[in-house]
């Protein structure tokens, strides 16, 4: 019998436990990470960035409260993430949580820190109505201070403070260049791969003349879509710089099409006879595939004008990507008029891989070509599969020593343009390029973490419209089901207990 004292008792060393089992928790974090990808455990590349940090860091959170879910569950990740990064620094890397929405003076802060609201739609009362919301953080580490403005949902949160992190505890960035004076894109024209190499790279220029050579202190240099022909003694150059251990990245337009004037011509600027002696070939000729980007055509419907989008093969949208660091997590990447690359390589010493190619339905163009935007096209134009337009090279490329290359067939899909033609690129084809130059100069192993991100698991959408509806009301009824089920077996079970011990005592 239970007595006053038993119960005191009991609730006492209850609560002692649970003292206990949270003390432990405080001090010994850990938690079970069944997601894909491991979306929700530290890198090993971040593990010794955090092993690095001689000083703590602290982390300013402004993360806006009373959120819909799935903005809110942003907040729930990052906190999540911090507490991982705190229990890996031995607290040496401290955060805090503010609600900038709660008065004028904390949203005031938020935003003189660089983190500007952003406006959401948010349903209550059955209504719509836009919130101004904060999701940012702000690091500060030995006086020095970086700003994340805005952390997207399902974004790569651990490269976002990991290379952060990196940035700010760094002393000496590694440094990289970009070839310039033939030709090429100012480092004006492509601000968003800028912004990305800026955390983690000095980017400086190169050109290249009679009396100079490549500074063996740029980790890689960068040869992005030259246009004007390179003397043969500065190509030279670059065999003087892998030899002596330099990387290069070689994004190369061997053709140039021009929708404006609907034509295509060809490129030569000696680059591509260096490259086919190292068992290199960029093919003079157009990529066309049947999964493909639109081009906007401007039409008449009756007395209105209208612009459409309307396929183009010559805008290839690359979606077979090899099992490599450069192209893992890259789900797509519009490379615009690409050319082909066939590879062999010349010695066992030197291994060539290719990392993107084009779909099942391809073809050849072969220049000058004149664009008909409003051809239909069919099966019979896409005879080939499967055409690399992006390769990996590592080995003794010159002499004994190791070195490694990148060749795009294409360098206009990392490019934002100039003036009127700027355009805004989507993040993969800044990823590819950044993850490539990576590669080839980052040894921490960051380039895993870029496109580590929470990624939705959409219902194939070749599924017919019946399949689809039955595998979404299976997944929402089958648990009510299963519930509902184990409780009439329940009940069926606690009644034949009863009716067994009333039996029992009729018996005696």
Same mark, same amino acid.
């Given at each position: 019998?239970?007595?006053?004292?038993?119960?005191?008792?009991?609730?006492?060393?209850?609560? /002692?436990?649970?003292?206990?089992?949270?003390?432990?928790?405080?001090r010994f974090f850990f938690r079970l990470d069944f997601s894909g990808g491991h979306q929700y455990t530290l890198s090993k590349a971040t593990r010794e960035i955090i092993k690095s940090i001689d000083a703590p860091v602290t982390v300013t959170a402004y993360f806006s409260e009373n959120l819909p879910p799935?903005?809110?569950?942003?907040?729930?990740?990052?906190?999540?993430?911090?507490?991982?990064?705190?229990?890996?620094?031995?607290?040496?890397?401290?955060?805090?949580?503010?609600?900038?929405?709660? %008065?004028?003076?904390?949203?005031?802060?938020?935003?003189?820190?660089?983190?500007?609201?952003?406006?959401?739609?948010?349903?209550?009362?059955? +209504?719509?109505?836009?919130?101004?919301?904060?999701?940012?953080?702000?690091?500060?580490? +030995?006086?020095?201070?970086?700003?994340?403005?805005?952390?997207?949902? /399902?974004?790569?949160?651990?490269?976002?403070?990991?290379?952060?992190?990196?940035?700010?505890?760094?002393?000496?960035?590694?440094?990289?260049?970009?070839?310039?004076?033939?030709?090429?894109?100012?480092?004006?024209?492509?601000? +968003?791969?800028?912004?990305?190499?800026?955390? #983690?790279? &000095?980017?400086?220029?190169?050109?290249?003349?009679?009396?100079?050579?490549?500074?063996?202190?740029?980790?890689?240099?960068?040869?992005?879509?030259?246009? %004007?022909?390179?003397?043969?003694?500065y190509i030279g150059q670059l065999d003087n710089y892998l030899a002596e251990g330099g990387r290069l990245l070689v994004a190369l337009d061997r053709v140039k099409g021009d929708v404006t004037t609907a034509s295509g011509r060809s490129i030569a600027t000696g680059l591509e006879d260096w490259l086919k002696?190292?068992?290199?070939?960029?093919?003079?000729?157009?990529?066309?595939?049947?999964?493909?980007?639109?081009?906007?055509?401007? +039409?008449?419907?009756?007395?209105?004008?209208?612009?459409?989008?309307?396929?183009?093969?010559?805008?290839?949208?690359?979606?077979?990507?090899?099992?490599?660091?450069?192209?893992? /997590?890259?789900?797509?990447?519009?490379?615009?008029?690409?050319?082909?690359?066939?590879?062999?390589?010349?010695?066992?010493?030197?291994?060539?891989?290719?990392?993107?190619?084009?779909?099942?339905?391809?073809?050849?163009?072969?220049?000058?070509?004149?664009?008909?935007?409003?051809?239909?096209?069919?099966?019979?134009?896409?005879?080939?599969?499967?055409?690399?337009?992006?390769?990996?090279? &590592?080995?003794? #490329?010159?002499?004994?020593?190791?070195?490694?290359?990148?060749?795009?067939?294409?360098?206009?899909?990392?490019?934002?343009?100039?003036?009127?033609?700027?355009?805004?690129?989507?993040? %993969?084809?800044?990823n590819l390029m950044a993850n490539a130059i990576d590669w080839l100069s980052d040894d921490t192993g960051l380039i895993t973490l870029r496109t580590k991100a929470i990624n939705a698991r959409p219902i194939t959408p070749n599924l017919e419209d019946n399949t689809k509806t039955l595998i979404k009301y299976?997944?929402? #009824?089958?648990?009510?089901?299963?519930?509902?089920?184990?409780?009439?077996?329940?009940?069926?079970?606690?009644?034949?207990?009863?009716?067994?011990?009333?039996?029992?005592?009729?018996?005696?």
């Amino acid at each position: 019998m239970l007595t006053k004292r038993k119960i005191i008792t009991t609730v006492l060393l209850i609560l /002692g436990i649970l003292l206990l089992v949270n003390l432990a928790a405080n001090r010994f974090f850990f938690r079970l990470d069944f997601s894909g990808g491991h979306q929700y455990t530290l890198s090993k590349a971040t593990r010794e960035i955090i092993k690095s940090i001689d000083a703590p860091v602290t982390v300013t959170a402004y993360f806006s409260e009373n959120l819909p879910p799935d903005v809110a569950q942003v907040r729930r990740d990052f906190k999540d993430m911090l507490t991982e990064y705190g229990s890996a620094s031995n607290g040496k890397i401290v955060y805090n949580f503010i609600d900038p929405n709660k %008065d004028q003076e904390t949203e005031n802060q938020a935003q003189q820190s660089g983190i500007q609201p952003v406006m959401i739609n948010v349903r209550e009362r059955d +209504q719509m109505k836009q919130q101004r919301a904060y999701l940012g953080a702000v690091l500060q580490y +030995q006086g020095k201070t970086e700003t994340l403005p805005f952390i997207q949902p /399902g974004s790569a949160m651990e490269y976002a403070l990991s290379s952060t992190l990196k940035k700010l505890s760094v002393k000496n960035k590694p440094q990289i260049a970009f070839l310039q004076g033939n030709g090429e894109p100012a480092l004006s024209d492509m601000p +968003q791969l800028l912004e990305q190499l800026s955390i #983690l790279y &000095d980017v400086n220029v190169v050109q290249l003349t009679d009396s100079t050579t490549i500074p063996l202190n740029y980790k890689t240099v960068v040869i992005l879509s030259p246009m %004007d022909s390179i003397k043969y003694n500065y190509i030279g150059q670059l065999d003087n710089y892998l030899a002596e251990g330099g990387r290069l990245l070689v994004a190369l337009d061997r053709v140039k099409g021009d929708v404006t004037t609907a034509s295509g011509r060809s490129i030569a600027t000696g680059l591509e006879d260096w490259l086919k002696n190292k068992g290199i070939e960029v093919e003079n000729g157009f990529a066309i595939d049947a999964n493909c980007g639109s081009v906007m055509v401007r +039409q008449q419907a009756g007395a209105f004008a209208m612009n459409t989008p309307v396929r183009f093969p010559f805008l290839p949208i690359i979606t077979n990507f090899a099992e490599h660091p450069i192209s893992k /997590g890259i789900e797509q990447v519009l490379i615009p008029f690409a050319s082909p690359i066939r590879f062999n390589a010349r010695s066992s010493a030197v291994h060539i891989t290719a990392i993107a190619k084009t779909s099942d339905k391809t073809g050849i163009e072969k220049p000058p070509v004149n664009f008909n935007i409003s051809k239909q096209w069919t099966n019979n134009d896409f005879p080939y599969k499967s055409l690399p337009v992006a390769v990996v090279v &590592d080995g003794k #490329l010159v002499n004994n020593a190791y070195s490694k290359m990148v060749v795009f067939g294409n360098g206009d899909f990392a490019t934002n343009g100039s003036g009127q033609n700027a355009q805004k690129l989507e993040q %993969d084809n800044i990823n590819l390029m950044a993850n490539a130059i990576d590669w080839l100069s980052d040894d921490t192993g960051l380039i895993t973490l870029r496109t580590k991100a929470i990624n939705a698991r959409p219902i194939t959408p070749n599924l017919e419209d019946n399949t689809k509806t039955l595998i979404k009301y299976f997944n929402f #009824l089958f648990p009510i089901f299963v519930i509902i089920g184990y409780g009439i077996v329940r009940y069926r079970h606690r009644k034949m207990l009863r009716e067994k011990w009333m039996s029992e005592s009729y018996g005696k």
